[in-house]
């Protein structure tokens, strides 16, 4: 693998490259990963990621 990927974390749980796979988000003109364990928390309660992720806070989660 690239060594350049060390530096790529999951926004929530902080989990490297190198740990799991992490899927890339783009919002705000920024970039982020996340891994597919965390993956639902920004799907259902994107508040919970709003000191991690800007912007995160005014996103309504997916309702059942």
Same mark, same amino acid.
């Given at each position: 693998?690239?060594?350049?990927?060390?530096?790529?974390? /999951?926004?929530? !749980?902080?989990?490297?490259?190198?740990?799991? $796979?992490?899927?890339?988000?783009?919002?705000?003109? =920024?970039?982020?990963?996340? /891994?597919?364990? !965390?993956?639902?928390?920004?799907?259902?309660? $994107?508040?919970?990621?709003?000191?991690?992720?800007? =912007?995160?806070?005014?996103?309504?989660?997916?309702?059942?």
């Amino acid at each position: 693998m690239d060594t350049a990927q060390t530096d790529k974390e /999951c926004l929530n !749980c902080g989990r490297s490259v190198n740990q799991v $796979p992490l899927v890339p988000v783009e919002h705000r003109n =920024g970039s982020a990963y996340i /891994c597919p364990q !965390c993956l639902p928390i920004l799907i259902h309660q $994107p508040g919970k990621l709003a000191a991690k992720l800007p =912007g995160a806070s005014e996103l309504q989660g997916h309702q059942h």
